[in-house]
């Protein structure tokens, strides 16, 4: 049995600044982590890994530094890594991003075996775009669940999958056929330590280093700025409102005038709310 | 997964507009897809064709809308609903297999429908399932995606701009598919205000088949569990809405904020820090990765107003802030603001309100 994962590194967005005047990033000093919901979906091959045998090799496609990602990913206990590299990538959008990996993804399978299951995260936090996964699996065409909040069952030998999905209003159980591609939900399970022996294996296993040539992709135009249909115009700053809010003042007050001054302001600005209010409180 | 590269300032290739090649010349209007689950429209749907009517006339183009479902009374009031939200036409698949969502045969009929009536412009909610849809149409149509759009518009030369938040919302990016067809958009639900409902006579329905079989299709959905509490799912749709933040303190503090909820006929809600203290379910946060609202009211009790809480709650008519800070960010962007201790004023307002809409407590005042 075999699992890829994919993970990315990604800036710490809690921390990320932006620059006052040239509204651009300041990335100095902003420490990287694995994509957070990546995790999710590490620790659930890892599991299954354990409970079936097997091996997870990840991938990540990004600068040199994203080697310390995949570090950490030894680390809780993965048997491989692969780090996808190369100038060519730079300027991916989500359509030559999951262009490259898919190439890097059929090499790895070429190489050391076919994956049963390609796993991602939900989405990143510094794209949100949650389009990866899927163009993943249409350019391998695997089978795509995605937003998988359990994996109810897998019979490695029947090639049969049964996952929890989450969908608007409710959940689908599903049915379906491996190889098959899972983005993975956040919160769906608890992301272990790694182990001393795993730590230690870590620091001495090798990150296996490829280019464009290496990973197989013969098509460069399909990566990097060339190959994005999207192309970012104008990065901005939100505008700031030009107001403060309208200030109640508390001072010398009790709170329960100060309460019915803010209802009295509240409708003021909107009375049509006083019958809505009245109307859901089925008064 | 995302883009290997964070988006950059404009510079270089990015501003650059090719001659859009010869196999898109014929690609035109503005099509919008109706999400149509378990006999439901989501109602991001009709908010984007709210949106879409406003692209198509600026293009001076049609606007219409793509119905996949399975063959009934559900799937044409879905045809009907998008006519009376603006829709000029409809283009509709009907099969057996398109009656639960699954990807695949969901993307065949769409890249099939879009391969043979060529729209400019598509337009799909960035729910779970139009998200599911749209990664993969794209990929198969191997044409550009931009997610989660917050602002739609067209340029002068008729290319959608489509705005989005990145970096976790601390910025706003601006992004163009240009030299590809059709141009594909999602956008959150209550991002865009609900267009008015017209009751417009029944206009153009164009049916399409596609061949699908049921064998042919691997995934099968065995069973649908809906949520059991029900309200969660409103959040989004509320028109007053409660919400408490760190500034709470203790879980035991959200009974303020649900005590006025529920006086007031409210929905509650909360910060991120909350779902990961585990003091609320997550499908009650609001913000950039949890749910948008759009109420006429807003109230937030110790809430700091990160940017990434306020990308979810700016399309609010009325935002009243409680905030202990007078310089939190919160009343940069609130309309009231009020500098107090949210845990001894929630009760109070809540008293307040009771006094002001109970019908019997007015009529005793009046006596
Ligand atoms: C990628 C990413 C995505 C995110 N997505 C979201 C999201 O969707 N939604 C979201 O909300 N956040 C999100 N965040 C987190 C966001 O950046 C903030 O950390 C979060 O909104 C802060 O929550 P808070 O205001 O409740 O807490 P805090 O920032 O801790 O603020 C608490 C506030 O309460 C006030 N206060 C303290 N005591 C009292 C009192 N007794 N009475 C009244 N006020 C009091 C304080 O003055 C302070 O302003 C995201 C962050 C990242 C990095």
């Known amino acids: 049995m075999h699992i890829v994962i994919c993970i990315k590194q990604v800036p710490d967005s809690a921390q990320i600044r932006v620059h006052p005047v040239t509204n651009t990033i300041m990335r100095q000093g902003v420490p990287t982590i694995i994509n957070p919901y990546d995790l999710f979906a590490l620790e659930e091959a890892l599991k299954l890994r354990d409970a079936h045998g097997g091996e997870v090799t990840v991938l990540s496609m990004g600068p040199p530094m994203a080697e310390d990602a995949l570090r950490k990913a030894l680390g809780y206990g993965a048997d491989r890594a692969v780090l996808l590299t190369d100038r060519y990538f730079a300027g991916s959008d989500t359509l030559a991003t999951s262009f490259a990996l898919s190439q890097a993804i059929a090499k790895i399978g070429e190489t050391f075996g076919t994956p049963d299951i390609v796993f991602t995260g939900k989405q990143t936090i510094d794209g949100d775009t949650a389009q990866v996964g899927p163009g993943i699996a249409q350019r391998l065409d695997l089978l795509q669940l995605t937003y998988v909040a359990k994996i109810a069952s897998i019979d490695f030998a029947a090639r049969e999958i049964q996952v929890e999905r989450r969908s608007e209003g409710g959940t689908q159980v599903l049915k379906s056929r491996l190889p098959c591609l899972i983005t993975m939900l956040e919160g769906t399970n608890e992301i272990r330590r790694g182990s001393l022996q795993d730590a230690m294996g870590a620091a001495r296993s090798h990150v296996l280093k490829w280019n464009a040539a290496e990973a197989g992709i013969e098509d460069l135009t399909k990566c990097g700025l060339r190959g994005s249909p999207t192309v970012v115009k104008r990065v901005f700053a939100p505008t700031p409102r030009a107001e403060k809010a309208a200030q109640i003042d508390t001072a010398e007050k009790t709170l329960r005038d100060v309460a019915e001054e803010l209802i009295a302001a509240i409708l003021a600005r909107q009375p049509a709310l006083e019958h809505e209010l009245a109307f859901n409180n089925g008064a | ?367």
């Open chain 2, 1 to 367: 997964m995302s883009t290997a590269n964070p988006p950059r300032p404009a510079a270089g290739r990015a501003g650059i507009k090719k001659e859009l090649p010869e196999r898109f010349k014929d690609y035109r209007h503005v099509w919008v897809f109706i999400e149509l689950e378990r006999g439901q429209v989501h109602p991001v749907s009709f908010e984007l064709l709210g949106e879409g009517r406003k692209l198509a006339d600026k293009l001076g183009v049609q606007l219409a809308s793509v119905v996949l479902g399975p063959p009934g009374e559900a799937t044409w009031y879905a045809v009907a609903e998008a006519f009376a939200y603006g829709a000029d036409l409809v283009y509709i698949v009907e099969a057996p297999l398109l009656a639960d969502y699954r990807n695949e045969p969901f993307t065949k009929a769409m890249t099939d429908l879009v391969d043979t009536h060529k729209p400019e412009i598509l337009l799909l909610g960035a729910t779970t399932l139009g998200r599911d849809l749209a990664g993969s149409v794209a990929t198969t149509l191997q044409t550009g995606l931009t997610a989660d759009c917050t602002e739609l518009d067209v340029d002068a030369d008729g290319s959608l701009a489509a705005t989005r938040p990145t970096f976790g919302g601390s910025l706003l990016c601006t992004i163009y598919t240009l030299n590809y067809r059709p141009q594909m958009a999602t956008v959150r639900p209550r991002v865009m205000p609900m267009p008015q409902r017209a009751d417009k006579p029944v206009g153009r329905v164009i049916q399409h088949k596609v061949s699908l079989a049921e064998d042919e299709i691997v995934t099968k959905v065995l069973s649908f569990l809906p949520d059991s509490q029900s309200a969660e799912a409103n959040l989004a749709y509320a028109d007053v809405v409660v919400a408490g933040g760190l500034g709470l303190g203790a879980a035991e503090n959200l009974q303020l904020v649900k005590n006025l909820a529920r006086t007031i006929g409210a929905e509650h809600g909360c910060s991120r820090p909350l779902v990961q203290k585990g003091w609320m379910p997550a499908d009650r946060q609001i913000g950039q990765t949890g749910k948008t609202i759009r109420p006429k009211l807003y109230i937030a009790a110790g809430i700091s107003g990160a940017i990434q809480h306020r990308v979810g709650v700016e399309g609010a008519d009325l935002i009243v802030a409680i905030n202990t800070d007078p310089n939190a960010p919160i009343f940069d962007f609130a309309h009231i603001g009020i500098v107090t201790d949210a845990i001894r004023f929630l009760p109070a307002l809540t008293e307040a309100f009771t006094r002001r809409l109970s019908p019997h407590s007015r009529d005793k005042l009046a006596s």
